[in-house]
């Protein structure tokens, strides 16, 4: 079965540190996604790859940046955490033309 | 880029009920359409998908419109039951940059 996990699953974060979200996939899906969710704005997206090595901008991309260094792996990294980047982050693996996979969700909050 | 819009923040039915959430979109070239249901403190999953070929399509309770002249597609979800109750998000992709766009979400209350 399709499976795509997070981690961590919750996280407390100090304004001006350093986080790093990560997403695993045994999919063998070509295309991950990152979207944040929040009350009022549904769901968007912050960067997507296409394969291992490729990173794309999404809606929101400012104060993200992304990582793929392998086709399970996809990271999501904010260098300089805000508490404006509180949020739900998803990691989703599939595509465009078919059904995309979400992980669990990662709980940040920026203090 | 495309934008899909949601057009029930909310809908309230009574359990047995037909439930039926309208999404409209922008860019012609749209041709996938599926649809996501979040349970209250979980994630997404998909539950149903349309494409642009067909102007129906049936799930056991759960079918999908597509009118293209007017851009618009709807989930129908019959004889509704409390574990219905959930945010459904629309989405729409024309294939190209492998992304998907998706509405805001509808939360659906199913009344006992």
Redesign the interface.
């Known amino acids: 079965e399709a499976a795509v996990t997070q981690s961590p699953r919750n996280k407390v974060a100090v304004t001006g540190g350093k986080v790093t979200l990560s997403c695993n996939q045994t999919n063998n899906h070509n295309n991950m996604y990152w979207y944040r969710q929040d009350t009022g704005h549904g769901l968007r997206l912050i960067h997507y790859s296409y394969g291992a090595g490729s990173t794309e901008k999404g809606d929101i991309p400012d104060g993200y940046k992304a990582s793929r260094p392998s086709q399970e792996n996809f990271s999501l990294i904010l260098e300089l955490a805000t508490p404006s980047q509180t949020s739900v982050y998803f990691c989703a693996s599939g595509g465009a033309w078919v059904e995309q996979y979400f992980g669990p969700g990662t709980r940040l909050t920026v203090l | 880029g495309e934008k899909v819009e949601q057009h029930e923040s909310t809908l309230s039915v009574r359990e047995g009920d037909s439930a039926v959430i309208n999404c409209t979109y922008t860019d012609t070239a749209s041709s996938?359409f599926?649809w996501?249901k979040q349970e209250a403190g979980?994630?997404?999953?998909?539950v149903i998908?349309i494409r642009s070929n067909v102007d129906r399509k049936q799930s056991q309770r759960l079918i999908v419109l597509l009118d293209k002249k007017a851009k618009r597609f709807s989930l129908h979800i019959t004889a509704t039951q409390p574990e219905d109750s959930a945010i459904y998000?629309c989405a729409a992709?024309?294939?190209?940059?492998?992304?998907?766009f998706?509405?805001?979400?509808t939360q659906l209350v199913v009344k006992p």
């Open positions: 996938y599926p996501y979980k994630s997404l999953h998909f998908d998000f992709s024309t294939g190209s940059n492998n992304r998907i998706f509405g805001d979400g």
